[in-house]
């Protein structure tokens, strides 16, 4: 009996040690899976802001970042591709709103563009703060992205940073076309030879083309070209290129003038490189800092 008792209390204290190894496991399993990440991204957050606030004291201006890295849905690596919407508009008006009228503004754009309401929201709002407004581009700021450019005083790009054209792009769950594109085909056609749809995206498509040029004209008015609106307007809008067509810097250069330079600063080289990917959707896409008051 005292043998047979000893070899229980054996096996009870070997399966406790099991049952203790298993929970142990099971504890360490979620600090991994959700404290490590926690932990990475709130040093990454600590970082940025701590480059912003650097950037910021350096060229004494409220600094907003708008930048839309491709990101990974939980474990499956699926891309999803983030672009300016409503959340963006509000979260940059709000900075834009905030910041001192005495101090220049710097939005540092890293995106494929966007919502046109969101976007146009931004370049207005950006185009009436009263004083300097710098967009600097790192590597590209297309569609939506290159109308809040537009809305600026200076445009800061790396030699091999784009913009892109601003033709707006119409659409449903069968795929995007560009206006201009729909215009063309229709007078290609007869009107008994286009379906009811196709006739009113053509009448869409010829609002949406006159809206863009009114708008862009409203927005380059002593901004940035303003000389050479007419060239602007048929190299950016009149669908001469395909949709990702990129303006370099060199030739936004010679279209916009000398209010384009690439003396692109190094802590924003520095901040992008605090932006790569990550798995999960919380990271931000516009951050600032408030400048201390003076």
Same mark, same amino acid.
């Given at each position: 009996?005292?043998?047979?008792?000893?070899?229980?209390?054996?096996? #009870?204290?070997?399966?406790?040690?099991?049952?203790?190894?298993?929970?142990?496991?099971?504890? @360490?399993?979620?600090?991994?899976?959700?404290? +490590?990440?926690?932990?990475?991204?709130?040093?990454?957050?600590?970082?940025?802001?701590?480059?912003?606030?650097?950037?910021?004291?350096?060229?004494?201006?409220?600094?907003?970042? #708008?930048? &839309?890295?491709?990101? +990974?849905?939980?474990?499956?690596?699926?891309?999803?591709?983030?672009?300016?919407?409503?959340?963006?508009?509000?979260?940059?008006?709000?900075?834009?709103?905030?910041?001192?009228?005495?101090?220049?503004?710097?939005?540092?754009?890293?995106?494929?563009?966007?919502?046109?309401?969101?976007?146009? $929201?931004?370049?207005?709002?950006?185009?009436?703060?009263?004083?300097?407004?710098?967009?600097?581009?790192? &590597?590209?700021?297309?569609?939506?992205?290159?109308?809040?450019?537009?809305?600026? =005083?200076?445009?800061?790009?790396?030699? &091999?940073?784009?913009?892109? /054209?601003?033709?707006?792009?119409?659409?449903? $769950?069968?795929? +995007?076309?560009?206006?201009?594109?729909?215009?063309?085909?229709?007078?290609?056609?007869?009107?008994?030879?286009? !379906?009811?749809?196709?006739?009113?995206?053509?009448?869409?498509?010829?609002?949406? @083309? !006159?809206?863009?040029?009114?708008?862009?004209?409203?927005?380059?008015?002593?901004?940035?070209?303003?000389?050479?609106?007419?060239?602007?307007?048929?190299?950016?809008?009149?669908?001469?290129?395909?949709? =990702?067509?990129?303006?370099?810097?060199?030739?936004?250069?010679?279209?916009?003038?000398?209010?384009?330079?690439?003396?692109?600063?190094?802590?924003?080289?520095?901040?992008?490189?605090?932006?790569?990917?990550?798995?999960?959707?919380?990271? /931000?896409?516009?951050?600032?800092?408030?400048?201390?008051?003076?």
């Amino acid at each position: 009996m005292i043998l047979g008792t000893y070899h229980s209390m054996s096996l #009870l204290q070997a399966q406790t040690g099991v049952d203790a190894l298993i929970n142990n496991f099971w504890i @360490l399993l979620f600090l991994l899976l959700f404290l +490590v990440p926690m932990a990475q991204r709130n040093y990454l957050q600590m970082e940025r802001r701590r480059v912003l606030t650097r950037l910021g004291k350096n060229r004494s201006t409220q600094v907003i970042t #708008l930048i &839309h890295r491709q990101e +990974v849905i939980s474990f499956l690596g699926i891309p999803l591709a983030r672009y300016i919407d409503i959340d963006d508009s509000e979260q940059v008006l709000r900075a834009i709103r905030g910041a001192q009228k005495d101090v220049p503004i710097d939005i540092i754009m890293h995106t494929p563009g966007g919502l046109a309401l969101a976007a146009t $929201q931004i370049a207005m709002a950006l185009k009436a703060h009263p004083t300097k407004k710098t967009v600097i581009v790192p &590597h590209y700021a297309m569609s939506g992205g290159t109308l809040i450019a537009f809305a600026a =005083d200076q445009i800061i790009m790396d030699q &091999h940073a784009a913009l892109g /054209p601003v033709d707006p792009q119409l659409g449903d $769950q069968q795929g +995007v076309y560009p206006a201009t594109s729909l215009l063309r085909v229709a007078d290609k056609k007869k009107l008994d030879e286009m !379906d009811d749809k196709t006739l009113i995206y053509v009448e869409e498509a010829k609002k949406a @083309l !006159d809206q863009m040029k009114v708008l862009l004209k409203k927005i380059l008015a002593g901004k940035c070209g303003d000389d050479k609106m007419d060239t602007i307007i048929e190299e950016f809008v009149s669908g001469k290129y395909t949709h =990702d067509h990129p303006f370099m810097a060199e030739d936004c250069k010679a279209l916009l003038g000398e209010c384009v330079q690439t003396n692109v600063p190094e802590e924003v080289y520095e901040l992008m490189k605090l932006y790569r990917m990550e798995v999960g959707r919380s990271r /931000p896409g516009v951050e600032y800092v408030p400048l201390a008051r003076r």
